[in-house]
């Protein structure tokens, strides 16, 4: 039944509350509330002034409004929302406020003011119709999202030389909803650092925060109020000036952003792709730059523009500024200064000042360089060597004169090789005379002499022997495998056997008839 919209007026000017008007005619207080002020903005101000109107009088106060002008109580002070729109993208500001300081405004020049409901609604209205976001709970350039998507993608990887599976890093900024998404080989630390370092390239900013899962490449440890994070993830998000806020476990409402943005990804480039074949990774990743793309560009739903439109237009002023260089990652890792005043790191050797002998160190590595870091100072800095057993040494680091970890020389290795044989000893000089620095020879040379605690000493001194007569460059690696293949035990049961058996034929002296 259509209602009477002048009988509703009526009933409120003859003093029926608006609630009991509303239930009486079968309509919404809303509705009531908007036929009165209708009424009272056309003077139509008690029950007289209504006796020669119709239902149609009423007609154009209950049209949908399409815009903030149509159908406005003109009485009332319209707020600047091109204002409130580039305050609220400031940090800790919110519509509320904004409302408590337009009604200040309006008291002060007294003019007429709305509720905040209407504030509010008002403003979802012009931010749909003439901006590219409403930001009620994101503001611009503050946080990026990230995760891996759950599902994978196969490729056929040439280099190993069978079908893999591919990752699917994405990130999102909550704001203008602009996604990144990009595939890896694996999901390990130098994955998840070069996936942030083209990330935030791809933006050509970086927002103010990072909100990652709590996954272990990045946590250590995921407590809530104080994250025991990778202390390389820590150094990158430090070197772009940001800052590691990861979110509670088993929440995943605290990146609701991305966890929508893995759903779209999945489905636009997971989804898309899941009938093609990659015959390399490089095919792979060129795929889904393109599928991402697509998805960038495409009108959002119920919008006519694109998230980069809504990138370029709302977030992208607000995000910080890139270094000049892209993040060079680094690897931590500790390690004991040995009594050659090296630590070992990947299989090689880096001097650190002798005054620091047995103490725990921190190594910070790249590509190009080993730093060597006491108490978080740094007491060395060398050049990255690539192999196994090679040693990088600063002549400086090294012990003045016979000063040594317990007096530890030359002369001492030799006399304990000694006593064990004179085979050993001529190894143990072969090994010292070898290294270009004397102590480098120091770690081999306690090796060598350590076999003995194992296979005892006469089998050493066999073993070092067998080693000098095959004419085999002298190292603790040769007489480990000598000891664990047994070769010493073979070669001195040849030699036995040879001692023991004639040579040739022995005829005697009744073949050649003496008697």
């Known amino acids: 039944m259509e209602s009477n ?16 008007t509303a239930k009486l005619h079968g309509v919404s207080r809303s509705t009531v509330a908007i036929l009165v002020r209708y009424a009272q903005s056309q003077g139509w101000l008690n029950s007289q002034d209504l006796n020669e109107l119709t239902n149609l009088d009423f007609e154009s106060a209950m049209q949908r409004k399409t815009g903030l002008g149509e159908n406005r109580d003109e009485s009332y002070e319209l707020p600047d929302y091109e204002y409130v729109h580039a305050e609220l993208a400031k940090q800790h500001v919110t519509l509320t406020l904004l409302w408590e300081e337009y009604v200040e405004e309006c008291i002060q020049n007294g003019n007429r003011y709305y509720m905040e409901t209407q504030f509010r609604r008002y403003y979802h209205k012009y931010a749909k119709t003439e901006k590219a976001t409403i930001r009620l709970h994101h503001k611009p350039g503050i946080a990026v999202q990230l995760d891996w998507a759950g599902s994978k993608i196969a490729y056929y990887d040439e280099d190993e030389g069978e079908l893999c599976e591919a990752s699917l890093f994405v990130a999102v900024l909550p704001c203008s909803q602009l996604i990144y998404a990009e595939v890896f080989r694996n999901e390990k630390l130098p994955s998840w650092i070069a996936a942030h370092i083209n990330c935030f390239k791809y933006f050509g900013g970086v927002p103010k925060t990072l909100v990652p899962d ?39 409402k605290d990146k609701a952003a991305v966890e929508n943005s893995v759903k779209i ?17 490089f095919d792979l990743h060129e795929s889904v730059e393109k599928a991402l793309e697509e998805i960038n560009s495409a009108p959002l739903t119920g919008r006519s523009v694109s998230r980069w439109n809504a990138f ?3 977030e992208k002023d607000f995000l910080l500024t890139l270094p000049p260089e892209p993040f060079l990652l680094s690897e931590w890792s500790e390690a004991k200064v040995q009594p050659n005043c090296h630590v070992s790191y990947r299989g090689c050797f880096y001097s650190v000042p002798f005054e620091y002998l047995g ?55 030799l006399s304990w090789a000694e006593k064990i044989g004179r085979s ?16 480098q020879a120091y770690r081999s040379c306690f090796g060598i002499l350590g076999l003995k605690d194992k296979y005892s000493g006469k089998r050493l001194e066999a073993a070092c022997a067998y080693l000098l007569e095959v004419g085999s460059s002298p190292s603790y690696s ?10 010493d035990l073979v070669a001195r049961e040849k030699e036995c056997n040879q001692t023991t058996k004639p040579k040739g034929f022995s005829r005697g002296a009744d073949y050649f008839g003496k008697k």
């Open 359 to 413: 103490e725990s160190m921190d190594i910070r590595a790249t590509d190009r360089t080993v730093e060597i870091f006491y108490h978080h100072q740094r007491v060395a800095s060398h050049k990255r060597t690539w192999g196994n057993n090679r040693y990088v040494t600063v002549n400086d680091h090294m012990p003045p004169g016979k000063l040594f970890f317990v007096d530890w020389d030359q002369e001492r290795f």
């Open 424 to 439: 050993c000893k001529k190894v143990i000089q072969g090994v010292l005379d070898k290294a270009v620095i004397e102590q």
């Open 214 to 252: 709590n996954l272990k490449t990045g946590v250590n440890k995921a407590v809530f109020f104080e994250p025991e994070l990778n202390r390389t993830y820590q150094e990158m998000a430090g070197y772009y000036g940001t800052v590691i806020l990861p979110t509670r476990i088993r929440k995943p």
């Open 5 to 20: 919209y002048l009988q509703i007026v009526r009933s409120v000017y003859n003093g029926i509350s608006q609630r009991q």
């Open 312 to 314: 370029n237009g709302e």
């Open 478 to 487: 040769q007489i480990k495998r000598i000891l664990e293949r047994e070769e």
């Open 265 to 281: 990804a999945s489905h636009r480039i997971l989804g898309k792709l899941r009938n093609k074949t990659f015959h390399n990774f």
